[in-house]
């Protein structure tokens, strides 16, 4: 599965829209992107995922560049309880299924 | 609630005794996924099943193993417990693999270990 590459950490204003990006350089053509994240100590939760074109639901949006190789979640419009640590991972339609989480990156929203 | 349960909800042991977690999966999902995660560490995965076989081994120790039922409830069995074993520890299910990118990986709330 192909590595991903996220900032660290973000902040952003509540009730302002929260733009994450992860980079995915090697993502070949039948990996997916998904999106977790993981409020404090708790189990992670499932945020969206998509193959090329974008994708929104109720929580986020998903934009993926024409080329694969990056991603952006945005939250359209954060509040404090989106704060936690979100996740992108690659992951092929064929395999195991396990998920491989990285270090993420850990969203602030500030009131 | 995510429809996978997870018991107990806290544990706390003794070094060197053994632990049994238990993971039911969301009703129809066929497979289970076990993930430790330490303080302040990330999500590590250790173990998944499908329909009752062994599918994928992560960083799983030795004195670790699981198991998962014909009822498709899985157990995580932790043995000769260190102080660096304490961790919360996820279990996940999903409906299937294959398909349109493998929708439907559903977390509990986790197991916190703690081993004194």
């Known amino acids: 599965d192909a590595k991903t590459t996220q900032p660290p950490s973000m902040d952003c204003a509540e009730g302002r829209a929260a733009n994450l990006p992860c980079n995915h350089s090697?993502?070949?053509?039948?990996?997916?992107v998904y999106w977790y994240r993981q409020i404090h100590s708790q189990g992670p939760q499932y945020i969206i995922h998509g193959l090329k074109n974008n994708e929104t639901n109720e929580m986020a949006s998903l934009i993926i560049t024409e080329d694969r190789k990056s991603s952006t979640l945005i939250l359209p419009h954060a509040t404090l309880r989106d704060t936690a640590v979100y996740y992108c991972?690659?992951?092929?339609?064929?395999?195991?299924?396990?998920?491989?989480f990285g270090q993420g990156t850990t969203l602030q929203v500030k009131p | 609630d995510s429809g996978v349960t997870q018991t107990p909800k806290h544990l706390i042991t003794a070094t060197g005794q053994r632990v049994t977690l238990r993971c039911s999966p969301r009703s129809g999902d066929l497979s289970v996924y076990w993930y430790q995660q330490s303080l302040d560490q990330g999500l590590q995965f250790l173990i998944q099943?499908?329909?009752?076989?062994?599918?994928a081994k992560g960083n799983i120790l030795e004195r670790f193993s699981a198991q998962q039922f014909p009822d498709l409830h899985s157990e995580l069995n932790l043995s000769s417990l260190e102080l660096g074993d304490s961790a919360l520890y996820f279990c996940?299910?999903?409906?299937?693999?294959?398909?349109?990118?493998?929708?439907?990986?559903?977390f509990g709330s986790g197991t916190r270990l703690t081993v004194v």
């Open positions: 090697t993502i070949s053509g039948n990996e997916y």
């Open positions: 991972i690659v992951l092929q339609s064929s395999n195991t299924g396990k998920l491989i």
């Open positions: 996940a299910s999903s409906g299937f693999l294959g398909g349109r990118g493998n929708y439907g990986y559903t």
């Open positions: 099943y499908y329909n009752g076989e062994e599918r």
